[in-house]
């Protein structure tokens, strides 16, 4: 696959408003981002991870099930 | 706690009658032979240490992380998981089919692979991306260039485990995640380390420890290059240090079995991302971290976590720390004003020289109780 047909395939547009992506143009001149596509797919990214939750990932039976293997090595008392 | 890396705890670990049924489809399958250290990784596949894998990777996913250091769904991941065969070995198999893989070593049944993918690879890309140079002197290059020819992407199924040496030591995410919450833990930052803790260590554990609630220190165990400490003489050193120098209820010691790959910067990323699934919080990165020789920048390991806004754990950065004789203890260059005369620093070629000669580092540098543990062994070090 070239180089051209990869990034094609990996990449695809959003539209914001002409006026932010000035903004952004400015702004990004004194960042060690390269350009606004990568600010933004930061930006977006670090959005993304402070909405995964917490959530438990064990069942109550389970948990009874850890708790005796955890015991036994004397993890917990 | 953070919760795993891709929202979910993998756990392909199979139990009960579905076992017993699948172990039966196991022994009429075709059979791949793996070394222990590719077994490891399949058991902390199945465990969820790795997750969101939940095999050796497809295509997409492996190229994904060579260029861009993401999965194909866009999840940073630095580290090609991938199982590599001879041509030979899998020339009965066809996309699609089920295989079964068996312990080089101890000639056991230890999982299904569900071959999605039988694909190319291009050695010399992928040690460029991932070791950032081509020199076989790097153990890692080295070992890409020994891999064979074609990668085998798809999800597993365990069956059974291998055999571990440190049974006790070992605890999976599901166990660390429970364990933290039974504490009471609700921030915790995870230690990585492939070598007996020096006061340097200890120090930078406790500081780090000042402001959570808990310290997982959590050794690589596996295969490690010439000159490493040996697994076991590392557990002996953490147990001590733990036993008299840590408050029991602050600090928990498991292992991590798996190879070191000594990616430095991307394996970094790599480490942080487990102990993320483990249920830490943070995650301490330290001078040259993961590194080896001179082959890497000593921040460099550091300053890659830039790229990663969604990484989902938080680094702690720290300076390399040294005795200064002058501020009276230990410091590093944002806190001591002193010159480099002062200073002593810890050096792993000296205290390896020391042990090596039968002789205790000064106890400044490393604690006597883990001296004198060390030099119960005859040879503590890799040969």
């Known amino acids: 696959m070239t180089e051209e047909k990869t990034k094609s395939k990996n ?22 981002f390269s350009s606004v596509s990568s600010l933004v797919t930061h930006i977006i990214r670090e959005y993304l991870a402070k909405l995964e939750e917490e959530k438990e990932v064990f069942s109550e039976e389970e948990e009874e099930e850890i708790k005796e293997r955890l015991r036994a090595l004397g993890y917990i008392d | 706690m953070p919760p795993p890396h891709g929202g979910r705890l993998i756990n392909r670990v199979l139990k009960g009658k579905e076992r017993d049924r699948r172990l039966k489809e196991a022994l009429e399958l075709p059979k791949i032979k793996l070394p222990s250290e590719y077994i490891k990784d399949i058991e902390n596949i199945a465990h969820g240490v790795f997750s969101p894998l939940e095999g050796p990777m497809i295509q997409e996913d492996y190229l994904n992380v060579l260029e861009n250091m993401r999965l194909s769904n866009d999840l940073p991941w630095t580290i090609p998981i991938v199982i590599d065969v001879d041509e030979e070995e899998i020339k009965t198999v066809k996309e699609g089919d089920n295989i079964t893989i068996i312990c080089l070593e101890e000639e056991k049944l230890i999982a299904i692979l569900h071959v999605e993918e039988v694909y190319d690879y291009d050695k010399e890309k992928h040690v460029e991306k991932v070791f950032g140079i081509k020199d076989p002197a ?40 429970l364990l933290f919450k039974e504490r009471g833990w609700r921030t915790i930052v995870g230690f990585q380390t492939r070598n007996a803790p020096h006061t340097g260590h200890e120090y930078v554990q406790k500081t780090a420890l000042t402001f959570t609630d808990g310290l997982f220190i959590n050794p690589v165990i596996g295969r490690k290059k010439k000159g490493d400490f040996k697994d076991e003489v590392i557990l002996a050193a953490y147990e001590e240090l733990i036993k008299h120098y840590y408050l029991k209820d602050r600090a928990v010691l498991a292992i991590l079995r798996t190879e070191m790959r000594y990616a430095g910067p991307r394996e970094a990323i790599f480490h942080a ?111």
Request: glycine letters at 8%.
């Open chain 1, 11 to 32: 990449f695809t547009s959003i539209l914001i408003p002409t006026s932010l992506y000035k903004k952004l143009e400015e702004k990004v001149k004194e960042t060690e």
């Open chain 2, 273 to 383: 991302i487990v102990r993320k699934n483990f249920g830490c919080t943070h995650f301490i990165v330290g001078r040259d971290h993961a590194g080896v020789g001179n082959f890497y920048p000593p921040y460099a390991a550091q300053e890659i976590f830039d790229e990663f806004p969604d990484l989902g754990i938080i680094p702690i950065f720290f300076k390399e720390f040294f005795i200064c004789k002058k501020c009276g203890g230990m410091a590093n260059e944002k806190t001591c004003p002193h010159p480099e005369e002062y200073r002593v620093r810890f050096s792993g070629t000296v205290i390896r020289k020391l042990l090596q000669q039968g002789k205790k580092p000064p106890k400044e540098i490393m604690r006597p109780e883990i001296s004198e543990i060390i030099l119960k062994w005859k040879n503590p070090f890799v040969e």
């Open chain 2, 138 to 177: 790097h153990p890692g290059v080295a070992k890409t260039y020994g891999m064979k020819e074609k990668l085998l992407g798809g999800k597993i199924d365990l069956i059974d485990h291998s055999a571990n040496p440190y049974y006790k030591y070992t605890l999976w995410p599901v166990e660390t995640r």
